[in-house]
Each structure stands twice: as structure tokens, then as C-alpha cells.
């Protein structure tokens, strides 16, 4: 079993940062690819950004590349996404969720991950 603990997210003006960090339990922490979704209101879950076990492959969704960075630590069973450059529509409830599966998926589901964080919530002011 694997508990996700977000933290990180606040209230922040157009333009700002924010780094968003999510806390594992257990240790098999190195063995999951590791997701970023958001769910703003009355939408979707969205992917957001991936990275792979090992830290070797990183994918991200079209609207936040060149903006927001994945990165883990897995002598700290954490990940990170560094968020840069914050627009009005990233606000959002942001979720870490990990994948035992060996591969990264580019167009993951939300709904198909193994374990799920309660999230924390991004707001961007214009």
C-alpha cells in the first residue's frame, strides 16, 4: 500500500511560481512512475506531467510544457512539480498519483493510476 501526501499549493498571482511536492509512504517508492493530474471546477481530471521511475523520461501535457517541471527524489520518496509562469486557467485541485505499470503513458486516465493523493488546491489570480 502507498499513501500520497500533496502540499504546496496556495494562492498565487498571474505570472507567479509555486512548487508543488507529494510525500510517498512505503519503499517501493523507486519502482512507480509518478503523475501530476488537475481537476478544475466542474471539469475533468487532466493529465498534467509524468516522470518514470528512475527520473529518465518526463512527459508533459501541451498546455503546461515550457512552464511547469516534474522531478523526483527517490532517497526522499518524493516529486515535485516546479510550476512557473502561473496562468488564471491552472487553477485547480492538483493530484500526485503513481503507476506500477513498467511503462509511461503520454495520454494516461486518471482513473487508471494505482494510488491517488487527496490533492492540493492551485489558485492563479488574474
Known amino acids: 500500500q502507498v499513501q500520497l501526501v500533496e502540499s504546496g499549493g496556495g494562492l498565487v498571482q498571474a505570472g507567479g511560481s509555486l512548487r508543488l511536492s507529494c510525500a510517498a509512504s512505503g519503499r517501493t517508492f523507486s519502482t512507480y512512475a509518478m503523475y501530476w493530474f488537475r481537476q478544475a471546477p466542474g471539469k475533468e481530471h487532466e493529465f498534467v506531467a509524468v516522470i518514470g521511475a528512475s527520473g529518465g523520461s518526463k512527459y508533459y501535457a501541451d498546455s503546461v510544457k515550457g512552464r511547469f517541471t516534474i522531478s523526483r527524489d527517490n532517497a526522499k520518496n518524493s516529486v515535485y512539480l516546479q510550476m512557473n509562469s502561473l496562468k488564471p486557467e491552472d487553477t485547480a485541485v492538483y493530484y500526485c498519483?503513481?503507476?506500477?505499470?513498467?511503462?509511461?503513458?503520454?495520454?494516461?486516465?486518471?482513473?487508471?493510476?494505482?494510488?491517488w493523493g487527496k490533492g492540493t488546491l492551485v489558485t492563479v489570480s488574474s
Open positions: 498519483a503513481a503507476d506500477v505499470a513498467l511503462v509511461v503513458f503520454r495520454t494516461p486516465n486518471y482513473y487508471d493510476m494505482d494510488y
